[in-house]
């Protein structure tokens, strides 16, 4: 009778683990689910970033990448890049009160997300994302606070104080699917690209550990998409160091919503 009884529990556990097993394989092997719409909403999304790095090669992409972004990515010409360079400074200027050009104070430039960082988008409503995420090709233009006694603000926020180090942005998410758009006989000449852009709602201010080229703060963005009209994001940028300091963890969390009431 003991003999049965433990025949049939190795029998049990054996069955257990298979379904496990199985259960397991299924979901890796799984067609992906489409991302949800929530009510009142036109589309909802979701960016992460958990990319790392040896801390002694992080830092800002090259400035060339910074390029390759806006001709290559975004496929703009010369006179494309300066339109959308010219309103980056023109809204600058009108919601912040920041010559971004000319005040000695500020530094105005070009930039991409480093690739480092393993941004990518895992939820958008209506797509089948595998779960490995599609690529977030995120860059545009950056006006930084360098003058060390801060700046106070005009514009929209005309009074304000921000210290140093407090930046701005105007750029673009280029998420490039697993889909084709274009194919070249068998082969796929051109993946779907899912495109929109974003500007500071408000002024960026750093926080957080010090890490010499990178930076902890909030993520604060107005949006635009031809697709979806007006929405808003908000989330994080909160990298750590591991591996006893010598390895960067990127940390990033993005949600973007687009809505009749402007993405709220």
């Known amino acids: ?48 970033a958990n990319g790392s790095i040896p801390l002694s090669e992080a830092g800002p992409e090259p400035e060339e990448v910074a390029w390759d972004f806006q001709y290559n990515i975004m496929h703009r010409t010369d006179a494309e890049v300066e339109e959308v360079r010219q309103k980056a400074l023109a809204f600058f200027k009108e919601q912040f009160g920041i010559d971004a050009e000319n005040d000695p104070g500020i530094w105005f430039h070009p930039y991409r997300v480093e690739r480092a960082s393993h941004y990518r988008a895992y939820v958008i409503s209506g797509e089948k994302i595998p779960s490995s995420g599609w690529e977030v090709r995120d860059g545009g233009w950056e006006a930084r606070v360098i003058d060390p006694n801060g700046k106070v603000l005009g514009g929209h926020l005309a009074g304000h104080f921000v210290p140093p180090g407090t930046f701005f942005v105007d750029g673009n998410y280029n998420i490039l699917t697993d889909q084709c758009e274009k194919n070249h006989g068998k082969h796929c000449e051109k993946k779907r690209e899912i495109t929109m852009s974003y500007r500071s709602k408000e002024p960026m201010i750093p926080a957080g550990p010090n890490i010499p080229g990178i ?5 604060m963005c107005e949006l635009g998409s031809e697709t979806f009209g007006i929405g808003v ?32």
């Not at 930076?215 to 993520?219: E, L, Y």
């Not at 300091?245 to 402007?262: C, E, H, I, P, W």
């Open 1 to 48: 009778m003991k003999k049965f009884t433990r025949t049939k529990i190795i029998l049990g556990i054996a069955a257990l683990a298979f379904n496990i097993n199985a259960a397991q394989a299924d979901s890796i092997n799984a067609e992906p689910k489409k991302g949800i719409l929530p009510d009142n909403f036109k589309s909802m999304m979701l960016f992460m």
């Open 233 to 264: 994001s908000g989330g994080f940028s909160q990298p750590t160091l591991t591996d006893e300091g010598q390895t960067l963890q990127y940390n990033v969390r993005n949600v973007l919503t687009f809505s009749d009431k402007n993405g709220n």
């Open 215 to 219: 930076i902890t703060f909030p993520i």
